[in-house]
Antibody, heavy 123, light 107 residues
Framework: QVQLVESGGGVVQPGRSLRLSCSASGFTFRSYGMHWVRQAPGKGLEWVAVITYDGSKKYYGDSVEGRFTISRDNSKNTLYMQMNSLRAEDTAVYYC????????????????WGQGTLVTVSP | SYVLTQPPSVSVAPGQTARITCGGNNIGSKNVHWYQQKSGQAPVLVVYDNSDRPSGIPERFSGANSGNTATLTISRVEAGDEADYYCQMWDRSSDWVFGGGTKLTVL
């Protein structure tokens, strides 16, 4: 069955960097686009970024554009999010999620989600 | 950027029908997706492309989209349906957008 396991979260000071990973199994990773979505404590869902199945296209939410970089390694079935210049408002649980269909151009919704990893940005 | 508006809360008695709306400018021309998030858990896709259900989602969950409002309908509501529900859509100018979420309370 589909499994997505995020890792790399933790406590980090403002202005510092962090890299999240998402290990995927149970499906043909290289055929599916992948999303990062975050949720601040007690708040709603906020879309962060999406990468197409082959890594050729990447799209970002306005709040992270220029600071975060999404990438993937299809040989390792792993999705990444490099987060630079972190701010207090980046504090959230970060979920990775796979597209509902194969070979999408960044416009397919995610179906399966991981359990998330908590990032806390604090002095 | 595109804005999706949901009511903060909806309450319904067990066995009744719950309707959760998602408002947006000409949203009927977009594909809308719905997620259920139970307390402390990751979201689950319950309806995609306005009215399609992923495998394993009960037929009690259905969706519609027209004009300026998309609607998630949950028939024969059960206690286990109590959760936060989010609508979502993709727009060429805004990329992916979520609504603010609706808390469904089963009385």
């Amino acid at each position: 069955q589909v499994q997505l396991v995020e890792s790399g979260g933790g406590v980090v000071q403002p202005g510092r960097s962090l890299r999240l990973s998402c290990s995927a199994s149970g499906f043909t990773f290289r055929s599916y686009g992948m999303h990062w979505v975050r949720q601040a404590p007690g708040k709603g869902l906020e879309w962060v970024a999406v990468i197409t199945y082959d890594g050729s296209k990447k799209y970002y939410g306005d709040s992270v554009e220029g600071r975060f970089t999404i990438s993937r390694d299809n040989s390792k079935n792993t999705l990444y999010m490099q987060m630079n210049s972190l701010r207090a408002e980046d504090t959230a649980v970060y979920y990775c999620a796979k597209d509902v269909a194969k070979n999408c151009a960044g416009d397919c919704p995610p179906d399966y989600w991981g359990q998330g990893t908590l990032v806390t940005v604090s002095p | 950027s595109y804005v999706l508006t949901q009511p903060p809360s909806v309450s319904v008695a067990p066995g009744q029908t719950a309707r959760i709306t998602c408002g947006g400018n000409n949203i009927g021309s977009k594909n809308v997706h719905w997620y259920q998030q139970k307390s402390g858990q990751a979201p689950v896709l319950v309806v995609y492309d306005n009215s399609d259900r992923p495998s394993g989602i009960p037929e009690r969950f259905s969706g519609a989209n027209s004009g300026n409002t998309a609607t998630l309908t949950i028939s024969r509501v059960e206690a286990g349906d109590e959760a936060d529900y989010y609508c979502q859509m993709w727009d060429r100018s805004s990329d992916w957008v979520f609504g603010g979420g609706t808390k469904l309370t089963v009385l």
